[in-house]
């Protein structure tokens, strides 16, 4: 788009001008947001940017949800985020506090946008740092609450706990022991929507990253893998002696019971269970607990051939050998740089055709 | 709080009504000394005097010297221990100095009453506890901190004493006064968790956990109540599995029974407890337990197996077998059980291949004779055959005895073919 054209589409969005006018430039900026060009241009004029957090705003409901969505079309673009933290430096805190608001009829669309923005590591750390500990207390306490917003569902608050548990940061505030965040998320993953149950199962395989904690999540405190195990395991019936080494949660389960529809959520789920297993003690703990049972018959029931792969990677783990003395902790081998190289070429061989069976 | 006055008017033996220094009912920590000031000239001249009288005369009021000690005990000031009920007609001079103790504005004497309650709750004395602690919240005073604190003590007391419901309803009331009380919180999270409503244990805790995210109970209560939470839906599982596994195991047994044909004796309606449902009265005849408790059921191959019940009229004995299988023959039983003599048998005359075996049909009061070589299946399937609760039951005989004849001759008897 014309540098010149956006400035005349900025003198349409000023507040003095009629309001049937703004809404059509407006109702064209949102189809220009559309393509990445568009998003290209409209991020190199600062003022323009400044103008629809204004809007976004505005009285108007019409106005303000087209604002919004030219907001969630930005954002979906990673190259736009430095630009847009950059020129409109009032953009991340007008829309957490927007947000947190319980009435704001845009609660979805700023939540989807905001997930948008944390994905970047770079725009994430700014993100973090304007959230505070409080802020993502709030985050929390609005995802876990049964309707925090009547108009909004906030289920990308999920998938946003998920972006931001990407850092450091992010994790410590998830694993904090002195507080009771992590087992106020498991109850989630049996209920709400896909994009709910996947950001927190996001953000559940983010922290299984950090093996200093996975004593503490297999532990009483937390205790998390049935709740990682239970949306993967079916109504099948075990015997009584296999039951009893099933986690309770995992026990007599009805024989309709069904299991997390999501293949990208299954997938993760497992990838979480393998990565307790980094540590000897885990994978003891995951052993002990009737795993097996539960990938055996999620192994026999799953059609999708990459979670089906992600099931054998777990089995191999679970009835495989112990690694050798020294590599006991398999987050802390360094696998050296032409193995590493040669292992993700075969991953993405494995993968391959893969990829145009499920198209 | 009117500030207790301390008496100089003492005598040696005799201790005056009016109130000492004390600090809290029941716990006289302290009295002041009657202090003599020699220089007093007067003072003492009269005290002289007061003195001189008892020689004449005794004193009023003074302790028997019998049972001085006990009545020593009695004196506030000399009492070990206060009494947990004070009786004004028994003991005005401490109901006096209780009514001193509690009085002033609503809100100070619900404060007295708290600490009180306090006391008794340190020593454990939880009923007391409570009677104080109601006390202090009859005041209906306006200090909503200090009501929410007496229903949070009283709930303590009374979850103590295991009066869950109780404790959960003051806990609960101490909530409403102030919504963000910890002790509240934690109290009533534990009384959920005694009552096993973990759900709401859970959401107990959570609410406290926004105010005090770091509160080690509330974060140990709600792992608590999660645990136990997940356990008994586990329990409530298992059963509902259980009641399944029964229930097709009881159709299973019930189409085994169609399928064979078999016949089970109904009791005549009114005789016992009345069966509604019809369908399931087969059954229910069929597992109604006989003395060992043993009952009819399905092997893996889906074969009957009966408690079936032999009685031998001649000498009024019986023998149970608790698991019969369908397919076996009378006579394979017999020669095991009559491998040896049994006691009873004197005459030598019950052995495997002198028996007859026979049931009985109650309706048309006949007998019918069964082939030892017959399985059970054969003999149950019988068109007069009826069992009858739960176990079939065969009469067994010594071949031609006399017993036989003689308990057969007034009977209507279908014997098999002779051989």
Redesign the interface.
Known sequence: MDPALCLELLSFLKPETRADVRAQALEYILGVSGSPEGRQSLCAEPRLLCALLDLSTEQSPHVAQDAHHVLVNLTSDCAAHRALLAHVPTLLPSMLSRLRDPGCPFADSICTALCNLSREEETCQSFLRSLTQEGM?QLL?ML?APKYNPRASLDYLGPLLCNLTQLPEGRHFILDR???VV??LLPYLQSGSTVRRGGIVGTLRNCCFSHRDHAWLLG??V?LL?FLLLPLAGGEEFTEEEMETLP??L????EDKQREADPDIRKMLIETVLLLCATADGRRLVKQRGTYLVMRELHSWEREPCVKRACEKLIQMLIGEEPEAGLENLLEVTVPPDLEETLSRLDKEEEGPQGTLVQ | MMTPQVSSRVTPTHVSVEPFHVTALGAWRAWNPLIMDPTDQEDDHVMDQFMEKFKTQKYMGAFNEDTWEEEFDKIPMFMKKAPSEIDPQKAPDLACLQSILFDGSPEEQAKSYKDEGNEYFKEKAYKQAITSYTEGIKKNCNDQELNAILYTNRAAAQFYLGNYRSALNDATAARKLKPDHLKALIRGALCYVEIKNYTEAVEWCDEGLKVYPNEKKLLETRAKADKLLRAAERDVRKMRHAEKKKQAQKESLLSALKDRGIRIHQQPPGEEDEQEEGILLPFDTLSSENATGAHVFQDENGRLNWPVLFLYPEHGQTDFISAFHEDSRFIDHLNTMFAESPPWDEDQKYYADSLEVYFEDEESQTFYQVNPEATLLEAVQHRRFRVKAGTPSFLIFAKKSTFCIDYFSSKKVYRLPSA
Request: with cysteine.
């Open positions: 207390c306490d876990c002195n507080r009771c087992q106020r009483d405190d205790d049935p309770p949660d026990q007599y389960l009805a």
